[in-house]
């Protein structure tokens, strides 16, 4: 069993035991077994976060994490997860488990005016994070440079 496996399987049960709101004001229904299908393995996923700043993108099996230490960023292979409620992304960052889960949800990164479509969990070794995420197919709305 790989270290990040316990991880994993907790992301898996977050996804498909949480998360009742379907992100239109809807719930999901008790009977849906479906896979969340919104963001496809063709979309580029980006993301950000603040206290500390961090972001990055996802792309097909890579995602690359940055900060403002590391503007370029470390690019990770990843696992990528479609629960009933949003996708989880895990692998192994530095050693330590990197596992993000991504729901559909108005989120704010609370320095701008921007409302993005999806909120972000990332947890890094013991470690988490709050941020949010969008894609070309699913743009966030506000200023383009904040």
Known sequence: MTPCRPLTIAAILLLTGCNAD???GGTIPSG???PYDEITEAEVLRFVGTEPFWGGKVSHDS???TTPEDQ???SISIERFAGRGGLSFSGDFDGAAFIMTVTP???SDGMSDRTYPFAVVLKIGDETRNGCAWSDVHPFTGDEAP
């Open 63 to 65: 995602l690359v994490y």
């Open 72 to 74: 370029i960023g470390q």
């Open 105 to 107: 949800s108005q989120c």
């Open 22 to 24: 379907a992100g239109d």
């Open 32 to 34: 849906d077994s479906q």
